[in-house]
């Protein structure tokens, strides 16, 4: 069994930044970074706008950026948390910058500030469209350079250990769950692995993988999500799944899309319908720019009456060479597929991107179970609310890693890390694999996938209402029941358990949704068109 002092489970900003702080502040303590394919395989990589912080003293200022911040969350933000963040936020960005990342700098030498929808002030800072590489690099050299962060790749994490593996009734109201570490499959000897940790970080990133096109990659399956549910641990908000309005449409394409970041549309990119209006004038007074629930809704909207797949984005306007030095990728990527940006218009269609929910966390990250702790995207901090501000969630990210990393520090300094069950907790069981044989049918876990990323996204997409929904709670409790069986009888491998946390995630994204008879930020429930006067947290 390994045996460490902090556990993080993620390898992207939040996870990163996390195991950096924790280490450099103790270098005596040992950090384990676990990854469940390759250290740098995260949406932290795929990041393109940037990240956002008050940088220019003299236009900008603390109050504009938490301003904006409340107004894209529609009410639901926590105002003491949107305030801690937008003010410490600087100072992270500074320290990543001090570790290494690069952003972009104008002809004067000041970083170069992008504006995307819903700031009311340049505020991005960005290395061209590709900052989430950048900074991805930064951290992992950073983090490889620290003797005491061990870092495995291909350790997939199944479940949490707490009381419950100790043979003790843990529901929902047992008031000090205990995190005692995690069962691990080690994708390379293929055996399951107890890891006991003191303190353990979740940073295991979002869940776009559960509808057909998302910006995200193929790992962002809601696993931490669903393995604290499973430890009977507090979600919250899951409703909230936000759209990116402008994916890259590819005719036919499944699973991943391009993304064309909404800083094009800061530098003049406009939204066209098929007729070559540029319709956003029609939905709201900040058009291309205003919030990214309200645009994903009224491309949507444009998409339904014309009965079309995309609309375009035409940037044919703005100088080339501008154009390749900010987007030099997605320039890249267009001429790839034949696409000019130019002389040609870009076909775009929204795709699931992030999702404002996830595990409730106080002000430090810590969850509703003890010496647990979530950052990044898994985590639900409060700052977004019902619809997260575009390239706030990078900063949430660090500012909530470095909050998380301070208290846990305190925690094993002070010797605080004490558990009830102490001598019990010596004697964990290890995995119980008895009765489990190789599931005979890959078809078995790959068509369940694509029932669900198929109901996902019919029924619980951008535009929702009372039928869709419980259609979508009806088949989702079909595959539970089938995954649960399929689960009980084969060894675990990744596809069979992420496809188990999608449906679980799934679950807990309709059920919110279902308590949510209102519509506010990216929940759209035509049944219910207004707002409830009640503002309402669905915590399950
Ligand atoms: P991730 O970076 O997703 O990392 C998750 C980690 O968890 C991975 O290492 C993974 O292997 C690990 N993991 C997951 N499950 C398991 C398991 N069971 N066992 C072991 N390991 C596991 N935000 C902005 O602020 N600005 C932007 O410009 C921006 N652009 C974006 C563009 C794209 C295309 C996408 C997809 C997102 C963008 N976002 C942006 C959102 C932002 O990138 C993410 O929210 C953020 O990077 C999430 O970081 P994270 O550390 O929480 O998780
Ligand atoms: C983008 O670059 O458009 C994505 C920014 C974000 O998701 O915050």
Request: charged share 25%; hydrophobic share 40%; net charge negative.
């Amino acid at each position: 069994m390994l045996q460490t002092d902090f556990l993080v489970i993620g390898s992207g900003i939040a996870g990163l930044t996390y195991a950096t702080k924790v280490a450099e502040a103790a270098p005596h303590r040992q950090v384990l970074v676990l990854t469940k394919t390759f250290a740098d395989e995260t949406n932290t990589k795929y990041a393109q706008g940037g990240i956002a912080g008050v940088w220019d003293e003299l236009n900008d200022s603390y109050a504009k950026h938490i301003e904006d911040t409340l107004v894209a969350g529609d009410g639901l933000c926590n105002p003491g948390v949107v305030e801690v963040v937008v003010k410490e936020g600087p100072e992270r960005i500074r320290e990543i910058i001090e570790w290494g990342a690069r952003f972009d700098r104008d002809a004067d030498g000041e970083y170069a500030l992008g504006r995307e929808g819903g700031h009311s002030e340049s505020r991005i800072l960005h290395h061209k469209d590709v900052t989430g590489k950048e900074m991805e690099r930064a951290l992992l050299e950073k983090v490889q350079s620290l003797p005491n962060v061990r870092i495995l790749n291909h350790f997939f994490v199944l479940d949490l250990i707490t009381q419950h593996h100790l043979g003790y009734l843990v529901t929902k109201s047992t008031p000090d769950i205990e995190c005692y570490g995690v069962y691990v499959l080690n994708l390379e000897t293929h055996q399951i692995e107890k890891i006991e940790s003191r303190i353990t970080l979740l940073a295991t990133g979002g869940n776009g993988a559960l509808y057909r096109t998302t910006t995200n990659p193929a790992i962002a399956t809601g696993d931490g999500i669903a393995m604290v549910y499973r430890a009977k641990g507090r979600i919250e908000n899951m409703e909230f799944i936000q759209f990116h309005p402008t994916a890259l449409y590819e005719p036919g394409l499944r699973g991943q899309s391009f993304l064309i970041t909404e800083a094009v549309r800061g530098d003049g990119g406009i939204l066209r319908n098929h007729t070559g209006e540029a319709f956003m004038a029609r939905y709201d007074e900040r058009r291309d720019l205003a919030p990214r629930d309200i645009v994903a809704r009224a491309i949507d909207s444009e998409m339904k009456i014309q009965g079309t797949e995309h609309v375009y984005l035409d940037c044919r306007h703005i100088p080339v060479e501008d154009f390749v030095h900010h987007f030099p990728n997605i320039y890249q990527k267009c001429r790839s597929i034949g696409i000019d940006p130019a002389t040609q218009m870009i076909p775009v269609a929204p795709a699931a991107h992030y999702s404002c929910g996830g595990i409730k966390t106080d002000l430090y990250g810590a969850t509703s179970i003890r010496y647990l702790y979530a950052a990044g995207e898994c985590a639900s901090t409060g700052l977004h609310g019902a619809n997260r501000l575009a390239s706030n969630s990078l900063l949430e990210a660090m500012v909530f890693a470095h909050r998380s990393a301070m208290q846990g520090l305190a925690l094993i300094e002070g010797n605080m890390v004490y558990t009830t069950l102490a001598e019990e907790r010596a004697s964990l069981p290890d995995w119980d694999a008895r009765g489990t044989t190789d599931p005979r049918e890959m078809i078995l876990i790959t068509q369940s996938l694509k029932e669900l990323q198929l109901l996902m996204s019919d029924y619980v997409g951008i535009v929702r209402n009372n039928v869709r929904l419980q259609r979508a709670m009806r088949r989702l409790d079909l595959l539970h029941e089938e995954i649960e069986d399929l689960y009980r009888s084969s060894i675990v491998s990744p596809q069979l358990c992420e496809l188990r946390n999608m449906i679980t995630t799934g679950y807990l994204i309709v059920k919110c949704a279902q308590f949510r008879h209102e519509s506010r930020g990216l929940h759209y429930n035509t049944d219910y068109p207004g707002k409830s006067k009640l503002l309402q947290n669905m915590v399950m």
